[in-house]
């Protein structure tokens, strides 16, 4: 079977790093900006002791931002994936436990949150969506190597990993050096 070229390898990744980066800005300006909704959605779970509800809540937007800066400019790439896929795989376990329990809540992963009436829950749309948001990370995790990243700029990844392992440089001048070492 053809492998596809490293160009459009790279391209793909950069785009789900992109692609997630946005997911976690938006994500989190949403929440920063309406604390109050925040900490009505965190408590809205009935997972956490009230004394955790309003540090999670606080600390909830501000990790979302962090790691949507790392993912835009390109640092610690796979590190950074790993704990978006953890992150992501805590908020489906959330949601799921809501659904299981017959709780009624709008998840808040994008503002809102906290309780709502009976049949306005969308949990199977709110799972799948984090679900294919998980996927770009797991992409990430697998194959970090992007266009225009600090992690390629700054040469992290290079050398034994071998062609997967590492973050292309983001310039055709690294780049071509990166083919030619077989990376």
Not at 108 to 114: D, I, M, S, Y
Not at 137 to 145: G, Q, S, Y
């Given at each position: 079977m053809r492998r596809l070229p490293q160009p459009v390898l790279d391209t793909i990744g950069t785009l789900a790093r992109l692609g997630l980066a946005a997911v976690w800005f938006v994500s989190g300006g949403v929440k920063i900006a309406d604390p109050g909704q925040t900490y009505l959605a965190v408590q809205a779970y009935d997972v956490l002791p009230h004394a955790l509800v309003?540090?999670?809540?606080?600390?909830?937007?501000l990790l979302e931002l962090v790691l949507g800066l790392l993912l835009l400019v390109g640092l610690a790439t796979r590190w950074v994936a790993g704990v978006a896929l953890v992150l992501l795989a805590v908020l489906v376990a959330g949601i799921a436990q809501s659904w299981a329990r017959g709780l009624s809540i709008d998840c808040g992963c994008f503002?809102?949150?906290?309780?709502?009436?009976?049949?306005?829950?969308?949990?199977?749309?709110?799972i799948l969506r984090d679900a294919g948001f998980a996927l770009l990370a797991v992409w990430l995790l697998v194959r970090p190597r992007t266009w225009i990243s600090l992690d390629g700029w700054l040469g992290w990844g290079r050398g034994n990993h071998g062609e997967d392992g590492g973050n292309s440089a983001g310039t055709p001048d690294d780049y071509s050096t990166?083919?030619?070492e077989g990376n």
């Amino acid at each position: 079977m053809r492998r596809l070229p490293q160009p459009v390898l790279d391209t793909i990744g950069t785009l789900a790093r992109l692609g997630l980066a946005a997911v976690w800005f938006v994500s989190g300006g949403v929440k920063i900006a309406d604390p109050g909704q925040t900490y009505l959605a965190v408590q809205a779970y009935d997972v956490l002791p009230h004394a955790l509800v309003r540090p999670v809540a606080t600390a909830l937007p501000l990790l979302e931002l962090v790691l949507g800066l790392l993912l835009l400019v390109g640092l610690a790439t796979r590190w950074v994936a790993g704990v978006a896929l953890v992150l992501l795989a805590v908020l489906v376990a959330g949601i799921a436990q809501s659904w299981a329990r017959g709780l009624s809540i709008d998840c808040g992963c994008f503002g809102g949150g906290g309780q709502v009436a009976e049949g306005q829950t969308a949990y199977p749309q709110e799972i799948l969506r984090d679900a294919g948001f998980a996927l770009l990370a797991v992409w990430l995790l697998v194959r970090p190597r992007t266009w225009i990243s600090l992690d390629g700029w700054l040469g992290w990844g290079r050398g034994n990993h071998g062609e997967d392992g590492g973050n292309s440089a983001g310039t055709p001048d690294d780049y071509s050096t990166n083919i030619a070492e077989g990376n």
